[in-house]
């Protein structure tokens, strides 16, 4: 279920794979999203299981759509099976209330300032770097009294996979500068983690990149959209204020 999960005084950090859930076919198992096509039950069946393992009451999730707006967390409805809001990142003070960014070869991002009593989880792919999801996150944890605040940069699609048409990568490189890459057959790529990797730490963010040795696409354990395509489920990130 927990690819990775470390827990710290005041807050826990989740990353999880494919095992222990409920979805069946190319869902199997732990599927925490409904946008590929698997049933509303599996999927808040999973986000249920989740939610027992870290002992909160559900997890409180976004319909992401590749943009840069930020929401608080503190009202949203705590299960899967509600209306969320449409967003790309969420921050809360409230504490047992569990953040969840879903993925499938994007960036997750976890963000925690444990003395100012703030969180955020945030969904950076190549269109959401560019647009700056990563600055907006930091700057609301700010505003709501963060100072020192901890990243934690889970699984995605590595540069040397993240394949994409040269003018694309042009295009992300003069918005990141770092982020251009080659694929092993020498065609141009994107390596989106570094990326938003360096955005964090240009804000003054500490950085734990856990994910930095692994690829969505190339490892089995993890949904990836590029490996399976639009029949894919979600993986997720969680992060919670204790």
């Given at each position: 279920m927990f690819w990775f999960r470390e827990s710290l005084p005041g807050v826990e950090i989740a990353f999880t794979d494919r095992a222990g859930g409920s979805s069946e076919g190319p869902y199997d198992s732990l599927n925490l999203g409904s946008a590929g096509g698997d049933s509303m039950a599996n999927v808040v069946a999973n986000h249920a299981a989740v939610a027992r393992e870290l002992g909160v009451e559900g997890l409180h999730s976004m319909s992401q759509v590749h943009g840069s707006l930020v929401v608080e967390a503190d009202t949203l409805r705590a299960d899967g099976s509600g209306t969320?809001?449409?967003?790309?990142?969420?921050?809360?003070?409230?504490?047992?209330?569990?953040?969840?960014?879903?993925?499938?070869?994007?960036?997750?991002?976890?963000?925690?300032?444990?003395?100012?009593?703030?969180?955020?989880?945030?969904?950076?792919?190549?269109?959401?770097?560019?647009?700056?999801?990563?600055?907006?996150?930091?700057?609301?944890?700010?505003?709501?009294?963060?100072?020192?605040?901890?990243?934690?940069?889970?699984?995605?699609?590595?540069?040397?996979?993240?394949?994409?048409?040269?003018?694309?990568?042009?295009?992300?490189?003069?918005?990141?500068?770092?982020?251009?890459?080659?694929?092993p057959w020498g065609t141009p790529a994107v390596d989106v983690g570094l990326g938003v990797v360096s955005q964090l730490k240009a804000l003054g963010v500490e950085v734990h990149d856990v994910g930095a040795d692994v690829c969505t696409i190339e490892d089995e354990r993890f949904f990836s959209y590029r490996r399976q395509g639009s029949a894919s489920g979600r993986f997720g990130g969680v992060v919670v204020l204790r």
């Amino acid at each position: 279920m927990f690819w990775f999960r470390e827990s710290l005084p005041g807050v826990e950090i989740a990353f999880t794979d494919r095992a222990g859930g409920s979805s069946e076919g190319p869902y199997d198992s732990l599927n925490l999203g409904s946008a590929g096509g698997d049933s509303m039950a599996n999927v808040v069946a999973n986000h249920a299981a989740v939610a027992r393992e870290l002992g909160v009451e559900g997890l409180h999730s976004m319909s992401q759509v590749h943009g840069s707006l930020v929401v608080e967390a503190d009202t949203l409805r705590a299960d899967g099976s509600g209306t969320v809001p449409e967003c790309d990142a969420l921050v809360s003070t409230v504490r047992e209330l569990g953040l969840l960014v879903r993925v499938a070869d994007c960036v997750p991002v976890l963000l925690a300032d444990v003395d100012a009593g703030v969180v955020g989880a945030a969904h950076a792919g190549r269109v959401g770097m560019v647009g700056g999801v990563v600055e907006a996150a930091v700057e609301r944890m700010t505003a709501s009294g963060a100072a020192r605040i901890r990243a934690w940069v889970g699984p995605r699609a590595c540069g040397r996979c993240y394949e994409l048409p040269e003018e694309m990568v042009a295009a992300v490189e003069a918005a990141v500068p770092g982020t251009r890459s080659v694929t092993p057959w020498g065609t141009p790529a994107v390596d989106v983690g570094l990326g938003v990797v360096s955005q964090l730490k240009a804000l003054g963010v500490e950085v734990h990149d856990v994910g930095a040795d692994v690829c969505t696409i190339e490892d089995e354990r993890f949904f990836s959209y590029r490996r399976q395509g639009s029949a894919s489920g979600r993986f997720g990130g969680v992060v919670v204020l204790r």
